[in-house]
């Protein structure tokens, strides 16, 4: 099993250009989620999916971010225009449901820089 | 509002030693309680966790919880601690229907 996949590992971009972080869930997980790590705030649940489909997206911080799930073996979180608050790691894990019984199994995290 | 407070950001003990990492709950009812350790450039891994039951609760690599009502904490423990256990660790809570609430995190240094 590979586990949670995401690329990049590290991305380092200027002020107002589009960031887009990817992530592969667990195959036949159902369920994904974004988080955002920083010093400051901790560990903040962005947005997460059920079925491809988003469930709560209350996390966002700004319509700068947007998320999709086209299909079950992917997931895309993109922000346009960047900024440099959004320097972060930026986690996806995924689980075989959103019970909180079901445990979340997290990728190794994208470091994202905006310069 | 609901809350996981991690009292202590970073804590060093002796190869050996004991460990113990505290961890405090704000829920109107008792939520569900987990610990997740992070090693430097990898995800969080589940330690433990805590439905219901018997409140001292066994996990992976050696770690164990209590889980106590009236303090309002689900303190993590280990006996003797490993170089290997050097990472963050993290306290989080959730109930039925609602996301995890992480802490703000316990950094772990080990000394020879």
């Known amino acids: 099993d590979a586990g949670v996949i995401q690329s990049p590992r590290h991305e380092v971009t200027e002020m107002g250009q589009e960031v887009t972080l990817r992530c592969k869930p667990i195959?036949?997980?159902?369920?994904l989620f974004w988080y955002r790590q920083t010093m400051m705030r901790g560990l903040e649940l962005l947005i997460y999916?059920?079925?491809?489909?988003?469930?709560?997206d209350s996390g966002m911080p700004e319509d700068r971010f947007s998320a999709k799930m086209p299909n079950a073996s992917f997931s895309t979180l993109k922000i346009q225009p960047s900024e440099p608050r959004d320097s972060a790691v930026y986690f996806c894990a995924s689980s075989s449901g959103l019970a909180v019984s079901y445990e979340q199994y997290f990728g190794p995290g994208t470091r994202l820089t905006v310069t | 509002a609901q809350s996981v407070t991690q009292p202590d950001i970073h804590i060093t003990v002796s190869e050996g030693a004991s460990l113990e990492l505290r961890c405090n709950y704000s829920y109107g009812a008792t939520p569900y309680l987990f610990w997740y350790v992070q090693s430097p450039g990898q995800g969080l891994q589940l330690l433990l966790k805590y439905f219901s039951g018997d409140t001292l609760v066994q996990g992976i690599k050696g770690f164990e919880a209590e889980f106590k009502r009236s303090q309002s904490s689900f303190n993590l423990r280990k006996p003797s601690v490993h170089w290997s256990d050097a990472a963050e660790y993290f306290c989080?809570?959730?109930?039925?229907?609602?996301?995890?609430?992480f802490g703000k995190g316990t950094t772990l240094s080990v000394s020879s």
């Open positions: 195959s036949g997980h159902n369920s």
């Open positions: 989080a809570a959730a109930t039925a229907g609602t996301a995890l609430i």
């Open positions: 999916f059920n079925n491809n489909v988003p469930i709560d």
